[in-house]
């Protein structure tokens, strides 16, 4: 018997293979500064180009013209089979997604200055689990005025309602639906560079807003609002040119988060961060960056402080032209999403290779790291995931991607939150207009 539940699964499955969307749009990211707006002269990094960087003239579709922009509308659609939907250890569930995701950036192509806009939905619906599904959006701008050679500013601005995954550290298995939030961010930098020093500082605002959330089991309103908050940065870099391929710099950074209302004001803190590094740029062998630091982030109230070593940086290595390899690291302090804790020290590492086995296919493989030590209470989340991915090109408009995807994370300590694996596996569709 044909139900109106099996048409319902039946034309989703069929919409995401057939108006499912590109493996590279140029990503629409939120609207952030650019570090390397104004990297010239000494400065300049660009010897060097990435698998995923080269050119393909043959497979890439040009952008329409629409008066002083570029405009790329893309439609991507994928099809995920997940065998563990709310990464529990326990009462797994398995379920069939799918997603479809317009997208659309705009571009403009002034001779001076820079105006970029992007836009993006994710539409995911779950087949067997509808509390799962949600409808994620995220619209925002850039714009960049050129003032002399290697100097400028730049702001932009970005909203987002979206969804927090069920594999966030942290996140609840216990509740009715994923939490979901609504966020905004404002941002305005400089940047100038002189004979062989370059002086950059950014500020920027972002706002973030949880919905309620429900008991799984008992219906009961579970209060995200401890998690609200106002967070205010102010950064400054000063880089010195050593060669035409390496610079040092020193980094510092101030933060103000202030939790929204009464419950989450007593997570209010303030913080800094200060590290020094190298950029550097070795023709035809690898280029990147990475820095060390220190970090502190110091709560008002009874919650305990986070301090400890900063890092961050991403390193490319290329041993051949068809092969790229990539690692990166990130060490700092995140606000916590359980009750009795007010933020934990997270550590994160990530090593992709990217083969070009033929000009239109692409195979990825990535192992991923991540270690979050919660302070004040005794939690400590381990993390790994590897991936192994097939991007396909059609033609100018059409690409097929495949991937398999693994997550395992192990909690410990007394006030251990969950230990599960997920794995899944995703087939997508390109469209690019």
């Not at 050129?146 to 298995?173: N, P």
């Not at 609002?225 to 205010?232: K, L, M, T």
């Not at 390899?325 to 009750?339: L, M, Y």
């Amino acid at each position: 018997m044909v139900t109106a539940a099996s048409c319902k699964k039946a034309w989703l499955a069929a919409a995401a293979l057939v108006g499912v969307a590109a493996p590279s749009l140029a990503s629409a990211q939120v609207a952030a500064f650019d570090e390397t707006a104004y990297r010239e002269g000494l400065f300049s990094r660009q010897r060097n180009v990435s698998v995923r960087q080269r050119p393909r003239p043959e497979f890439s579709r040009v952008p329409k013209a629409v008066g002083g922009f570029m405009v790329s509308p893309t439609l991507t659609g994928e099809l995920e089979f997940n065998d563990n939907i709310y990464a529990t250890n326990a009462n797994v569930v398995d379920d069939t997604i799918v997603r479809i995701q317009p997208s659309i950036v705009a571009r403009s192509n002034w001779g001076r200055h820079a105006l970029n806009g992007f836009a993006r939905a994710n539409v995911a619906e779950y087949l067997d689990n509808d509390q799962e599904s949600a409808t994620d959006w995220i619209a925002g701008a850039t714009a960049r005025y050129d003032i002399l050679r290697g100097a400028g500013v730049q702001a932009g601005a970005s909203y987002e309602k979206t969804t927090e995954s069920r594999t966030s550290s942290g996140a609840r298995s216990d509740l009715s639906g994923p939490n979901r939030f609504e966020s905004a961010r404002v941002f305005v930098g400089a940047s100038q560079a002189f004979a062989r020093l370059r002086l950059s500082g950014q500020a920027n605002y972002r706002t973030q807003r949880f919905d309620d959330n429900r008991d799984r089991t008992t219906g009961a309103v579970v209060s995200q609002g401890f998690r609200d908050r106002d967070i205010y940065v102010a950064a400054g870099r000063a880089e010195y040119a050593v060669s035409p391929d390496t610079s040092v710099f020193f980094t510092a950074a101030a933060n103000k988060r202030d939790g929204a209302g009464a419950l989450a004001a007593q997570r209010d803190s303030t913080g800094y961060d200060v590290g020094v590094g190298a950029n550097f740029d070795l023709g035809g062998l690898a280029r990147g960056e990475f820095s060390i630091g220190y970090l502190d982030q110091d709560y008002d109230n009874q919650f305990s402080s986070v301090n400890g070593l900063s890092a961050r940086g991403q390193i490319e290595y290329f041993p051949t032209q068809l092969i790229s390899v990539t690692a990166s690291v990130e060490r700092g302090v995140e606000d916590s999403p359980v009750t009795d804790a007010a933020g934990f020290l997270s550590t994160s590492a990530l090593l992709q290779v990217d083969y070009e086995l033929l000009r239109n296919l692409i195979i990825t493989g990535s192992a991923s790291w991540g270690d979050d030590d919660y302070a004040g209470i005794q939690r400590q989340d381990k993390r790994w995931g590897a991936a192994l991915a097939a991007n396909y090109l059609l033609s100018r408009t059409i690409g097929l991607n495949l991937r398999y995807q693994h997550y395992d994370q192990e909690s410990e300590g007394a006030n251990a939150g969950r230990s599960y694996d997920v794995n899944s596996v995703v087939l997508g569709l390109s469209y690019r207009f």
